[in-house]
């Protein structure tokens, strides 16, 4: 819908250009020095699993994942643990991972309905249109809970979990005040949902508003191209050069003694949790050259992102090719696929039913397919058994009056069928046909990205994230390039991320030149030109002619920008005598813009300039308008040239 004019609707008078309007710099100065602080700790909040790790400053080399968790699923490497969350009745935090599922699980239903349980919430960020710091979230209950205290009650528990950890290895209080924190997001993440994760991590006190460097918002696909850099040989597998492989291993394992020594690597590395990160060039990237290009498709649970660096020398930089693509692709598109058969053969009613009246018995039978899941593979013949839980069959048969058993034999689902030790049994053309929907989606986006004349000659192809390891995944891939590219799968691919943002937080200036995702911009009054502007635009104010609602474009969408780069223009107030001068700024995500009025553009920021009981020596006040992008998150500011008072603004993306 088209905004109305704000000119006339607020009678604010606004601000015109001063020319020259358009100067474009490089501040360095702007650039925060080295580190002030002692470790870095980085946080991948996943959708389905979470963990933390950290490096001290002086030992950038040494990267360390937290420690075991407690429960942990068999066939599930729990190095990191659940993105699970309890709250007590009165909805206080109550605990996290393993420890809040195991909790739950262990309620009594009737207990079990007034306590508040959460998983796999964090896709509501990417898919609520109007994402706001009052967003809510439902519990497994049913039961409403704000999306900011979930999320905060998560950080503050990595961060005590992490504080803690640290405190114990420096044998002393550890400050939080030096550490500098590290959040990773899906990159194709709207800035809405990457500005709510920092309002979550000032609640949760990680960093504060006064200090805003102390948290950095990192991408997960950028964090896994750092990451990517540092492999060794020993480190990854390359898919162009293996038989069929098994998590990275082929099932005889006779690649000779190359993948035993990699696996005895791994083995050690597991116990020691401290992975040394070689303070080389590794052997792969050695093979990279000026100009060369390569992609990471980051396969996680709740999103698919894809993006393409090109490698700058001498230091080996990064520039982004094309902006961050992708989709809620992830694995748990197959859990609904797993939901969705169930439906069809139990009907929706009972499932929407149990859930809510069976919620522990629910996230068991959730538990059980995930762990099915991860053994589903192209050549698998022998069927896959899924344990239902009693309470299912209990329910289903005083909720229809008929067992488990007949309605499986009365649905037409010939490839489910029922054993009698109480499981579903799963044929391999099944289970994969709950993956071929996900999959498909992710093959057909990477088909359309190396469509695009800068995806052209591509090296390597990274696959990270924890459903990189599904081989069914690595198979299409694999099948999509019919070799045009090298796919490689780093070793605990399911970590990448996790290293990689540890190692962006003791060097952010790693990635030097960004694209922008949207084209920003302020809204200004321009003098009306006959012919040129609408009619619908004119606005008369003391005799002169103004168009209104002029879109003065900062940045474009997908345009270049370096690291700290700045935009900066001048503005002056339209009437002179204005105390109070307000700059909105505005974005879209078409590359170019006329008015903020046009569909899809939308106010993103406000700068307040208060200029009251001040002269300008100038006939006309210089405002400055500044614009610092390249960064993963936008900063403007305004300056009253004539006294030097300048305000700063955090673009501010949550609708209010």
Not at 14 to 21: D, N, Q
Not at 102 to 128: A, G, I, Q, R, V
Not at 551 to 570: C, H, N, P, W, Y
């Amino acid at each position: 819908m088209a905004n109305p004019s704000p000119a006339k609707s607020i009678g604010d008078p606004g601000i015109t250009p001063l020319s020259p309007s358009h100067i474009q710099q490089n501040d360095t100065d702007q650039v925060p020095s080295g580190p002030s602080f002692i470790v870095v700790v980085a946080i991948d909040f996943g959708t389905t699993s979470s963990g933390y790790a950290y490096a001290f400053a002086k030992e950038p080399e040494c990267i360390h994942t937290m420690r075991r968790w407690e429960g942990g699923d068999p066939g599930v490497s729990n190095q990191k643990t659940p993105t699970t969350i309890l709250l007590t009745p009165d909805r206080k935090f109550h605990s996290f991972g393993y420890a809040a599922r195991d909790f739950y699980h262990d309620l009594d239903p009737s207990e079990s309905k007034h306590w508040l349980y959460l998983e796999k919430f964090k896709m509501k960020l990417h898919t609520t249109a109007n994402l706001s710091i009052n967003t809510d979230l439902h519990a497994a209950n049913g039961k409403r809970v704000k999306a900011l205290d979930i999320f905060a009650y998560a950080l503050a528990f990595f961060k005590e979990q992490a504080l803690k950890e640290l405190s114990d290895q420096t044998g002393g209080e550890f400050d939080n005040n030096d550490v500098r924190w590290v959040i990773t997001v899906p990159a194709i993440w709207k800035m809405p949902a990457k500005q709510f994760m920092r309002e979550a991590a000032y609640k949760a006190s990680l960093a504060s508003r006064e200090n805003p460097e102390q948290l950095i918002i990192a991408l997960e696909p950028e964090a896994a191209s750092i990451y990517c850099r540092k492999l060794r040989l020993h480190q990854m597998v390359d898919l162009g050069t293996l038989p069929a492989t098994q998590n990275g291993f082929s099932p005889t394992d006779n690649v000779g003694s190359g993948a035993t020594q990699a696996k005895e690597h791994v083995r050690r590395n597991r116990q020691s949790r401290t992975f040394l990160v070689e303070n080389v060039v590794g052997e792969l990237w050695s093979e990279l050259e000026e100009g060369d290009r390569y992609v990471v498709v980051d396969c996680g649970g709740g999103t698919v992102d894809l993006t393409v660096h090109q490698i700058r020398l001498p230091e080996g930089h990064l520039k982004e090719l094309h902006k961050a693509s992708g989709g809620p692709y992830g694995s748990l598109g197959i859990d609904y696929e797993f939901e969705k058969l169930l439906c069809k053969i139990f009907g929706q009613d009972f499932i929407d039913q149990f859930k809510v009246k069976r919620p522990a018995a629910w996230v068991d039978l959730m538990i059980a397919f995930e762990s099915r899941k991860r053994a589903a593979a192209p050549d698998r013949t022998n069927p896959l058994n899924i344990n239902l839980p009693f309470s299912f069959i209990d329910y289903y048969k005083k909720f229809r009056g008929h067992s488990v058993e007949h309605a499986l034999r009365k649905s037409n689902v010939d490839f489910v069928k029922w054993s009698s030790q109480g499981m579903l049994r799963m044929s391999p053309d099944a289970m994969n046909s709950l993956f071929k929907p996900t999959i498909d989606h992710i093959i057909q986006h990477l088909s359309d990205l190396f469509q695009k004349p800068e995806v052209s000659d591509i090296k390597f192809l990274f696959l990270v994230g924890g459903f990189a390891e599904s081989q069914l995944l690595q198979q299409a891939v694999q099948n999509m390039l019919q070799g045009r590219s090298r796919i490689i799968i780093p070793h605990d691919v399911g970590l990448t991320i996790l290293k990689g943002a540890v190692l962006f937080g003791l060097d952010p200036s790693v990635i030097k030149v960004r694209r922008s995702p949207l084209t920003y911009g302020v809204g200004v009054l321009n003098r009306f030109v006959e012919g040129k502007h609408p009619s619908d635009k004119l606005l008369v104010k003391d005799g002169t002619r103004w168009c209104t609602d002029v879109f003065d474009t900062f940045i474009g969408a997908d345009q270049s920008v370096a690291l700290g780069e700045m935009v900066k223009r001048s503005y002056t107030p339209a009437k002179p005598s204005q105390q109070v001068i307000v700059i909105h700024v505005y974005c879209s995500e078409k590359e170019r813009a006329g008015f903020i009025s046009e569909s899809g553009v939308r106010k993103c920021g406000t700068l307040r300039l208060d200029v009251s009981g001040t002269e300008s020596a100038a006939p006309r006040r210089e405002i400055q308008t500044l614009m610092q992008f390249g960064d993963t998150e936008i900063r403007a500011m305004a300056v009253d040239v004539s006294t030097g008072r300048t305000v700063k603004a955090s673009i501010d993306f949550l609708s209010h």
